[in-house]
């Protein structure tokens, strides 16, 4: 015999031990799924996990974005298709390096100390330790990934697909290596990509500095953002058709600080309102001026070292400094020769360096780049002729914007941790082959001679891009590759929509004809109060295990996903996580005692309007509640089902929600309590419509909340002890069981219920003393009401209720929606006249704040000199007065204790 269900929900003690169910019984396996199902074979649904980084800990972040996920692939799975959620971790270059060489240095050593070698095993060794964590934290949310596919990003399989699709694009010229300005961080040591760079606004100058004319008096004003490189200056360039400076083309300046001189040029890309028209032109330390340079002939000079201090290019009493105490230097000498002419304040964006927040620095290098435009326009077509579409639509807008505009990209970094280049220099300068393989290298193929592999490594999102195909076995015809590519919906933040969304496209296009994934779905960001994004170094995080342990799984997915609009951020106090979670928690309880009561009431349940049970449940044995419950439940069906289909999951939780608390549990459930009790006839019935609504009620909650309903639903009456919700059959819509007639007179008896209920609470009638009620007729009738007088009676706790007309007059009236009229007779039920006493005293202190604003809205010096807002409000502040007056006036007459009073009070101007 099954143990009771616990009087209390406890979520510390069902939802591991369920995970580890499902887990053992493989159902987060689609292959094992379909056999669980008799092998029939179902259309596959697949969504790609953005495989966190191996270092990375759980964040709200990974909570919000994670469950979202795993809402659609619960929801898909049930649904009866071979859905695969596919997860992985990323090796995450740049991150990782740095956690190792923060753990060197306290070690006092360095990367360099140890040798390349001995630091990618330190690295490895650190990633085996730690790598999987936040895969284990994920699945402390309920997250049903597959995760017998797990895939690292540095995996020998994954490593020799990432050097298939180098050694391809480079062969197709996709692939090349280039002297460009690229993005560089002083302090991780590497170049990284123009996504990288994070634009941030700062407060910064313009330094208008005079560079004296070499063949004579006067001089140019030239405006920079960046004095310190002004050392590697090889030219100053103006537009052509400014008038100001045309006769200097050709000219010769003196850079100030040095002995150079250097040209004046004319060139389009000076923007004639920056500054006073004229720029430096520092092609080793601007993209900009670099291509100035090489149209005009002008020479890189490079004045910083790889760690942003100046070098050796520069006066000896500049080398070796910082390059913002250079800046400070060669600001204060500028000053003391008279070149300084002025600085003004500028706000400006500046790029960052996305690991560690650096500001990058523009450096002339040789790196490697991937030819992005070719592979950019098959990924614009297929957005715009919609096989690609975005939730929310704008998001579209921002990715061909991105793809137009396209950049090549720099795909090489300076770490040793990585996939390394698949390139080897033949060392025979004779020879000086460049040989690109998809295999080690051990001598050149054309002399024989020595090589030596490229140092860099590839940039972390050259692997990442891949993963849709490289996960299921690409290069290599495998049968998860012919079954689940290409995949169906990406589930992520925007922030990485160019990162990785765009690039994955571009990927699967190139090397497989097909998108990964048609529906991209970029979901809100997670923000504190204060609408800032949570984050470690603000120290406003939350940490999704902290809400599981307090509040548990099911509570933390339910106040994500309720929480969370289409396009929308979602704001979460980390200062009062009950304001956040405890609403989910209530939720779940409220399920629970739901549960405990429907599921103690089953013993052999048969089921309405019939399907496989004891007996068959005939319509004409319905009631007006079974009827109203059975449409509600249709109803609930039918919204649910279409808002997880559009992502708006916080409309399918909020309508499950609703039917569950309202309509089953706080109505249903309490107007078929005598039937249950056998007070009155059609019990098994009840019980039938009650199983078969909390069953689909469940079902539809599943995606959301997978703990409480698995657990509720394995305890139904007649289910083995291998059944599961999670690959239960998803409810259809059912046309048999939509009922206009009982929603509408249904609805009719909750209206008056409500207004009895609203009327006692008004007055203040003691929640134990009942009241008598009477109904008059409207025109449409009150036949649903006098039906269901019982039900009013009982949930209402109404002690007489009669139709006509009243014949008192103290008490509280309603009007319902069809016209119907309901009164509450209050003289037996209340104190009338302590009642008149407190509303009276509270009208006259109404009036008397209404005077009082009115005479310093007369006040005409108040009215003239205050901001237009502050008399606005104060004009609101009245006429919510008044109102309130009126409305406690009202009160009072019917009341029959106020007419007098409301009179004298409203004539009081």
Not at 384 to 400: A, H, Q, S
Not at 560 to 567: K, N, P, R, T
Not at 758 to 782: C, F, K, L, W
Request: include cysteine; glycine fraction near 8%.
């Amino acid at each position: 015999m099954t143990a009771p269900l616990a009087p209390q929900y406890d979520p510390s003690q069902i939802e591991a031990p369920l995970y580890a169910w499902w887990r053992d019984r493989g159902l987060f396996d689609p292959d094992v799924v379909q056999r669980a199902r008799g092998g029939t074979p179902g259309e596959p649904y697949v969504i790609q996990m953005p495989p966190p980084n191996v270092t990375a800990e759980l964040h709200a972040g990974h909570g919000l974005n994670n469950t979202v996920q795993d809402v659609l692939i619960r929801f898909e799975r049930m649904r009866g298709r071979r859905a695969l959620w596919v997860p992985g971790t990323d090796h995450a270059g740049i991150a990782t390096q740095n956690v190792v060489e923060r753990l060197l240095a306290k070690e006092g050593l360095t990367r360099f100390d140890v040798g390349r070698e001995a630091f990618v095993e330190r690295v490895w060794s650190y990633v085996r330790e730690t790598g999987a964590r936040i895969l284990d934290q994920l699945q402390a949310l309920g997250c049903s990934a597959d995760w017998s596919r797990t895939y690292f990003t540095l995996d020998e399989d994954l490593s020799r697909a990432v050097r298939e699709v180098f050694v391809r694009l480079y062969e197709k010229g996709l692939i090349y290596r280039g002297h460009y300005i690229i993005n560089w961080c002083p302090r991780c040591l590497t170049a990284l990509s123009n996504e990288e760079a994070e634009k941030e606004e700062v407060d910064g100058k313009i330094w208008h500095i005079r560079y004296p004319l070499a063949g004579g008096e006067g001089h140019l004003t030239v405006a920079t953002t960046r004095p310190e490189t002004m050392l590697g200056d090889t030219g100053v360039a103006v537009h052509p058709d400014d008038e100001r400076y045309r006769r200097l083309v050709g000219e010769k300046l003196r850079l100030p600080l040095t002995e150079r001189l250097i040209p004046v040029v004319a060139d389009e890309a000076v923007d004639l309102a920056f500054g006073s028209g004229a720029v430096k032109v520092t092609p080793a330390h601007d993209a900009t001026d670099f291509e100035i340079g090489r149209r005009h002939d002008l020479p890189p000079v490079d004045v910083m070292t790889p760690e942003a201090r100046m070098s050796l290019a520069v006066p000896e009493r500049f080398q070796g400094l910082d390059r913002y105490e250079a800046r400070g230097r060669i600001v204060a000498e500028l000053e003391s020769l008279g070149l300084l002419e002025r600085v003004e304040s500028h706000r400006h964006a500046v790029g960052h360096c996305y690991r560690c927040g650096t500001v990058i620095e523009p450096r002339l290098s040789e790196q490697w780049f991937v030819h992005m435009a070719p592979l950019a326009e098959p990924a614009l077509e297929h957005y715009r002729d919609g096989t690609v579409r975005f939730t929310p639509e704008r998001r579209g807008d921002d990715y061909e914007r991105w793809l137009v505009g396209i950049r090549d990209w720099c795909i090489s970094r300076q770490l040793w941790w990585g996939h390394r280049i698949p390139v080897w220099y033949c060392e025979d300068e004779r020879c000086g082959r460049v040989i690109v393989s998809r295999t080690g290298v051990t001598e050149c193929p054309e002399c024989g001679g020595r090589v030596r592999q490229d140092e860099d490594v590839l940039d972390t999102w050259f692997s990442s891009w891949l993963v849709p195909f490289t996960s299921l076995g690409w290069p290599e015809p495998t049968d998860d590759l012919a079954t689940y590519y290409p995949g169906h919906t990406l589930v992520t933040s925007p922030d990485i929509l160019f990162f990785w969304v765009a690039r994955m496209i571009m990927s699967g296009l190139e090397c497989l004809g097909e998108p990964p994934y048609t529906r991209i779905y970029l979901h809100g960001v997670v923000r504190d109060t204060q609408h800032r994004k949570m984050s470690k170094s603000l120290g406003n995080g939350i940490d999704p295990l902290e809400v599981v342990e307090r509040y548990g799984a099911d509570a933390l997915r339910y106040s994500l996903i309720s929480g969370m609009s289409v396009g929308t951020d979602l704001i979460l106090d980390p200062n009062d996580l009950d304001s956040s979670f405890a609403p989910g928690r209530n939720f779940a309880n409220k399920l629970w005692n739901a549960g405990r009561f429907i599921l103690s009431n089953l013993p052999d349940v048969p089921r309405p309007l019939g399907g496989p049970s004891s007996r068959v449940v005939r319509r004409e044995e319905l009631t007006l509640a079974d009827r109203w419950i059975i449409a509600r439940c249709e109803a609930t069906v039918r919204e649910a089902t279409e808002a997880y289909e559009r992502f708006r999951l916080n409309e399918a939780a909020t309508a499950v929600h609703r039917f569950i608390w309202s309509d089953l549990a706080d109505w249903y459930i309490e107007q078929i309590k005598p039937r249950l009790y056998g007070d009155t006839p059609g019990g098994d019935v009840a019980r039938a419509v009650a199983a078969q609504t909390f069953d689909v009620a469940l079902r539809l909650l599943h995606p959301v909340m997978p703990f409480v309903t698995e657990a509720l639903w394995r305890r139904f009456p007649g289910r083995s002890g291998e059944a599961s919700i999670s690959i239960a059959p998803w409810p259809l819509p059912d046309r048999r069981a939509e009922d206009p007639e009982a929603l509408r007179e249904f609805g009719m008896v909750q209206e008056a219920v409500g207004a009895i209920r609203a009327i006692r609470a008004e007055y203040g009638v003691q929640p134990g003393h009942p009241v008598r009620a009477v109904v008059t007729r409207s025109d449409s009738g009150d036949g649903a009401i006098r039906r269901e007088q019982a039900t009013v009676i009982r949930l209402a706790k109404v002690s007489e209720l009669s139709f006509g007309e009243p014949s008192e007059r103290v008490g509280g009236h309603a009007v319902l929606s069809d016209g119907t009229a309901v009164f509450v007779p209050l003289g037996d039920a209340i104190e009338v006249d302590r009642e008149c006493g407190r509303l009276t005293a509270e009208v006259q202190r109404l009036s008397q704040m209404v005077e009082a604003q009115e005479r310093k809205l007369a006040n005409q010096q108040f009215v003239s000199r205050a901001p237009a807002e502050v008399v606005q409000r104060e004009r609101d502040k009245a006429s919510t007065w008044r109102e309130q007056r009126e409305v406690l006036g009202r009160k009072l007459e019917l009341l029959g204790c106020g007419a007098a009073t409301l009179r004298n009070e409203t004539s009081r101007r």
